[in-house]
């Protein structure tokens, strides 16, 4: 205590330097806190959305599937059969909340006038709405919110319902082919449109599931994809293991696994923008860390430089080489303490004033704005203040082993 | 008893490629309580010598003997903890810390070095603070006071710790003669009154006379008969 509080005291006999030093780390500080908490919650909002509204948090194919997924093959479905004891470890699950089977396929689309190809999923849309439960913010114009649909209604990308000039309540025509080749056609009332959102499904047409299997002409429902929703979103890797280890027991004829369990981030190529906005925090952070160093460093350096007479005084006197070590590191600890506390104050405060005044991202659709929520984890602004701490008394070592290392006999007749 | 001994003590500084004889082969003793003067035109060798009773240096050859102690092969850190708990030092400029009070440089070796409790720094300060009459001075910092009084303070600083030794490093060097000569003064009832030993070093006639004992060092040589004692501790 009695080294910390000589130390301050050194520190302000250069107030102006210590200020401006201080200043420095201490902006580096607010820059990490306010942009960690900015993109920390830009992600969860993203993947939020993503999540929440399309993809759900984990999804059980039939192995194989996915590597073909853009062809949406109907060749390779969960059986009826295989559903039942996919459902049944789902239902056992204590991590899971929800799940919804979903039939996905292609189909030629028509308005009488024209035709083109759309990507549909047929869902249950209770069970859909409870694993993506945004899914319905996305639907403009809908004929109602719960359920999103009815048997004989179809959800429209908003994409394809603009350019082929389809409004809520016009009726359409679906064409598709069932996995034995032969074709058929149903006609649906738009029950709405979905807005787009970026990454796999975020432009597909929903109906109900019922409707698809007849569509399909299938004799007995055939699942594309089980989409689930866990209870707590930080438990996911762990559901996804578990989940993995009791579906691997289930195996086909060749007594190979039947299901394979992929999690939101193997699914979208967003997860890339969420590892970048990761690495860019990361860089914010060593840039921080490059500016504690030579701030301290120099500062910590002046310092032991104009004062060797005055270490040659205390050596004199009798203060021990460890203590004057002490001394110096001391210095560099309060310097990046003090700039540390300023820093985290000023940035959270900043992240509180952004969390009143509101910011907007637009995502997804143009139409697609949601409201950012800045927030930083406790540990996040702890790992910061470890940061800047750790630099500070490494960044002071090398002044302060000079300092303890100096002859007194120079240092004293040092001007 | 003699409380620094110099037995045949030479030192040697190499500067360049030139080995320069700052003291050669030096004997003598001062006994303790001894108000002791090193004279000597400069370059004679007295800071040399105050640095090796000091313990802040070490003989090319010889014996030095401090408080019973030889000071050859004292580590750092035995150094410093022996200067610590033996020694007090009053420097030409007084080097007194500038953030810290007066109290609290008077403080500093009993805070810092010492480690003495709370409950006796303030008793033991006070009284040195009395002792050279700056106790109404105890809150100003260095910057707020005169040269004297900055001699004071230091003088204060070194006896604190009740040291059998304080060395004087041309203490009235930077001080006029009026105040120069109340310092000596000051050292000497100080002296009288904790029996400390002072030795200090000076090249100044007027209170070269005031010394019980004489070091007179020319070229780094005894000069012979220097070591003469004129008086002892009262």
């Given amino acids: ?415 | 008893m003699d409380i620094v001994i110099f037995e045949e003590v030479s030192k040697t500084y190499r500067m360049g490629d030139v080995d320069v004889a700052a003291l050669r082969d030096v004997s003598f003793a001062i006994p303790q309580g001894a108000f002791t003067s090193l004279v000597g035109p400069s370059g004679s060798g007295k800071t040399t010598a105050l640095n090796l009773i000091g313990c802040l240096d070490q003989p090319s050859q010889g014996v030095v003997t401090v408080a019973g102690r030889p000071i050859s092969g004292m580590g750092r850190r035995e150094g410093a903890i022996f200067r610590g708990q033996t020694l007090g030092f009053v420097f030409q400029d007084f080097n007194l810390l500038p953030v810290l009070t007066v109290f609290e440089n008077v403080e500093y070796p009993l805070l810092m070095i010492r480690n003495v409790p709370k409950s006796q720094r303030k008793p033991a300060v006070d009284r040195v603070l009395a002792a050279v009459a700056m106790e109404d001075q105890a809150g100003k910092y260095p910057s707020q006071l005169s040269g004297g009084q900055k001699q004071r303070v230091a003088i204060a600083r070194a006896l604190v710790g009740n040291p059998a030794l304080v060395l004087a490093d041309e203490p009235t060097a930077n001080l006029d003669g009026n105040t120069a000569h109340k310092v000596v003064e000051l050292m000497k009832s100080m002296r009288d009154e904790f029996g400390t030993t002072f030795v200090f070093s000076t090249h100044d006639p007027r209170i070269m006379d005031q010394a019980e004992v004489t070091i007179h060092l020319e070229d780094g040589r005894l000069v012979p008969g220097s070591d003469s004692v004129k008086g002892g501790p009262s």
């Avoid at chain 1, 910011?359 to 702890?382: C, K, R, Y």
């Fill in chain 1, 1 to 415: 205590m009695k080294t910390l509080r000589l130390a301050l005291k050194n520190l302000l006999r250069y107030k102006r330097r210590t200020l401006l030093t201080g200043l420095l780390i201490t902006v580096g500080v607010v820059a990490v806190i306010v942009f960690v908490g900015l993109s920390g919650s830009f992600k969860q909002a993203i993947v939020g959305q993503i999540t929440d509204s399309v993809l759900s948090h984990l999804q059980v194919h039939r192995r194989g599937y996915l590597a073909s997924i853009d062809n949406l093959p109907l060749d390779r479905m969960v059986s009826s059969r295989a559903f039942d004891k996919l459902s049944g470890v789902l239902s056992r699950d204590p991590g899971v909340k929800a799940f919804s089977p979903r039939i996905k396929f292609g189909a030629m689309l028509s308005n009488y006038a024209q035709t083109t190809n759309a990507r549909l999923n047929g869902i249950d849309p209770e069970k859909e709405l409870a694993v993506v439960p945004l899914l319905a913010t996305r639907v403009k114009n809908a004929a109602r919110k719960n359920p999103l649909l009815e048997k004989g209604e179809v959800l429209l990308p908003e994409v394809l319902a603009l350019g082929m000039g389809i409004q809520s309540g016009d009726t359409i025509v679906l064409v598709a082919n069932n996995k034995d080749g032969s074709v058929n056609g149903m006609t649906f009332r738009v029950a709405g449109v979905v807005e787009g959102l970026m990454g796999p499904g975020g432009r597909d047409g929903y109906l109900h599931i019922d409707d698809a299997v007849a569509l399909l002409r299938m004799e007995t429902p055939e699942i594309s994809e089980v989409a689930v929703r866990v209870q707590h979103f930080h438990q996911l890797g762990a559901v996804a293991g578990r989940l993995r280890g009791a579906l691997d027991l289930l195996t086909n004829e060749q007594n190979k696994p039947l299901f394979e369990v992929h999690t939101w981030n193997q699914l979208t190529p967003f997860y890339n923008v969420v590892r970048m906005i990761d690495i860019m925090t990361l860089g914010i952070k060593m840039i921080l860390i490059a500016v504690v160093l030579i701030s301290v460093l120099n500062v910590m350096m002046m310092s032991v430089y104009e004062r060797v007479r005055e270490i040659g005084t205390l050596v004199a006197m009798g203060t021990r080489p460890g203590r004057i070590m002490a001394l110096f590191v001391a210095e560099g600890f309060c310097l990046g303490l003090v700039s540390t506390l300023a820093g985290a104050a000023i940035g959270l405060a900043v992240l509180w004033m952004l969390r009143l005044t509101g910011v907007e991202v637009a995502f997804g659709g143009a139409n697609q704005v949601f409201s950012l929520n800045p927030t930083i984890a406790l540990w996040e602004v702890l790992s910061a203040a470890l940061i800047v701490l750790g630099i500070s008394v490494l960044a002071s070592l090398q002044p302060a082993a000079k300092a303890a290392r100096l002859e007194p006999v120079e240092a004293l007749r040092h001007i």
